[in-house]
């Protein structure tokens, strides 16, 4: 089985379009969408939801003002200024260390886990989805990408799939490393700018120097800067990725999200064909563990 996930030095580079992609691409496969900060893989796939879960993670302090006494041990004690001089507990700016709860001398602060979202198993038009949904302003987002792969993971061990596909976090922080860890294969999507190129440099320095994930790189509106594209090549070479692909701009891929379709199904247009060579340069690589 391989695993490939799609990931992104920033958010809006393209990678869910590419994804979505691959979805029309591998046969007997298995998605997941691990974006759980800001998903929006369903909005192509168009998911039927079959199986829902409630995802708690972290605590959140609360005080039984019935009980308390009025000491103000937590509020001295508080480094983050969430409690109040009334004795109520800020639920946002409370960070969950529990060092309230600990110095209380009464025993009248609560610690109750957070429902912070939840995780759905669905069927779409090109097999099962697994995906999430965060709640506003919740975190422990690494948490819950971890249980979206290993959802992903069983599915596709239960349909003996031959791959699973990944819509990744953005960014090189903990979402990201929870979407990449243990991968088969890393594609790397960005843009021909500055901010794109030294974003490219650091999602490559983290999976291909940091986890030795064979990776690849494709650039995406490649035309809109040619020397950019060109240092982003150059890159790929420094850093030992394989630089695989640079998808044309093109308004298509905008028409292909408003009819809720992928650009493969939409149209037979040169961004699909840019997508079809990547996915084949991808696919027939030899990845370690592939």
């Not at 508080?78 to 409370?94: E, G, L, N, R, T």
């Not at 779409?124 to 992903?152: C, M, P, Y």
């Not at 809109?224 to 790929?236: A, E, G, P």
């Amino acid at each position: 089985m391989k695993e490939i996930i799609i990931i992104s030095g920033k958010g809006g580079t393209g990678k869910t379009t590419v994804t979505a992609a691959f979805a029309s691409l591998a046969e007997r496969k298995v998605m997941a969408d691990c974006d759980v900060d800001a998903a929006d893989l369903h909005l192509i796939l168009q998911p039927t939801i079959r199986h829902t879960e409630e995802f708690r993670s972290g605590k959140t302090a609360s005080i039984r003002l019935q009980d308390c006494r009025r000491c103000a041990r937590c509020i001295n004690v508080c480094q983050f200024s969430a409690i109040s001089d009334d004795y109520i507990i800020d639920p946002v700016a409370c960070e969950g260390c529990g060092v309230c709860v600990h110095f209380c001398p009464f025993n009248v602060i609560d610690f109750n886990e957070n429902h912070s979202g939840y995780w759905y198993v669905s069927e779409t038009r090109f097999g099962t989805l697994v995906h999430a949904k965060l709640g506003i302003a919740e975190e422990n987002s690494g948490k819950l990408v971890t249980l979206v792969r290993q959802q992903a993971r069983l599915a596709a061990e239960e349909q003996q799939a031959d791959y699973i596909i990944v819509d990744g976090s953005p960014g090189i922080g903990c979402p990201v490393i929870s979407s990449i860890t243990g991968a088969n294969a890393v594609l790397i999507v960005t843009e021909p700018t500055l901010s794109g190129l030294h974003d490219v440099e650091r999602v490559v320095t983290l999976a291909n120097g940091h986890f030795r994930i064979p990776t690849y790189i494709c650039v995406n509106k490649f035309d809109l800067n040619l020397d950019i594209t060109q240092q982003i090549r150059d890159l790929s070479e420094k850093h030992g990725a394989k630089f695989v692909g640079q998808i044309p701009y093109d308004n298509v891929t905008t028409e292909a999200m408003v009819a809720g379709k992928n650009v493969i199904e939409y149209s037979d247009n040169p961004v699909a064909t840019a997508i079809r060579s990547v996915w084949q340069q991808v696919n027939n690589g030899n990845p370690k563990g592939m």
